[in-house]
């Protein structure tokens, strides 16, 4: 299994562009999450999902927007590119039940120049 | 409300000292508590998890932690720090009905030095 992907790994914005970033889970699990990390912040949560759908607000999500069509997927969109968006974003899945482990992606890095 | 704070945002020990990061939760629910590691360039992994079935957890790599209700604490601890342990370690909170949630403290940096 490959667990959650993200893509791309790496990319450079110029301020005002738009962009998708991709997170994609193949355990069949409703609860994904997006976060971004910044240094010494720890992790931020942007939006989540229960399930196709479904999605909420986390505590960052200015700036965002997701979607859920299918269990897979939950792309994350940057509509306008601000530098305050210069993080590095994780995606992460889980299965049901509070106790579920999240799994999370590799990571994206994104700068915003 | 959840929060999570952890003191020290780098902690440096030799290699085969005692590891200890330092995790104070705030709850108003009871609380699940996990420690995820963070390898370079990488993403989180789960160390272990407090269910309230036991207060001592026992999690990968050799690392425990003790939830402790008195002191609102989950500390990670390992007897012997080995350098494969240097990483960024995450301390978090949920419950549930939130959507299992998690909130994050700040991180603590471990350096392990000979």
């Known amino acids: 299994n490959a667990g959650v992907t993200q893509t791309p790994k790496f990319r450079i914005l110029k301020i005002g562009q738009s962009m998708t970033l991709q997170c994609t889970q193949d355990m069949n699990h409703n609860y994904m999450y997006w976060y971004r990390q910044d240094p010494g912040m720890g992790l931020k949560l942007i939006y989540y999902s229960v399930g196709a759908g479904i999605t909420d607000k986390g505590e960052v999500p200015n700036g965002y927007n997701v979607s859920r069509s299918t269990t897979e997927d939950f792309p994350l969109r940057l509509e306008l590119a601000a530098p305050s968006q210069t993080s590095v974003y994780f995606c992460a899945s889980r299965d049901q039940g509070a106790l579920s482990e999240q799994y999370f992606g590799p990571g994206t890095r994104l700068t915003v120049t | 409300a959840q929060s999570v704070t952890q003191l020290g945002s780098h902690v440096s020990v030799s290699e085969g000292a005692l590891v200890l990061l330092r995790c104070n939760y705030s709850s108003s629910v009871p609380p699940y508590l996990f420690w995820y590691v963070q390898y370079p360039n990488q993403g989180l992994q789960l160390l272990l998890k407090y269910t309230s079935a036991a207060t001592l957890v026992k999690g990968i790599n050799g690392f425990e932690a003790e939830f402790k209700k008195s002191e609102t604490s989950f500390h990670l601890t390992k007897p012997s720090a080995h350098m494969s342990d240097a990483a960024e370690y995450f301390c978090?909170?949920?419950?549930?009905?939130?959507?299992?949630?998690?909130?994050f403290g700040t991180g603590t940096r471990l350096q392990v030095t000979l």
């Open positions: 978090a909170v949920t419950s549930t009905g939130t959507a299992s949630k998690l909130t």
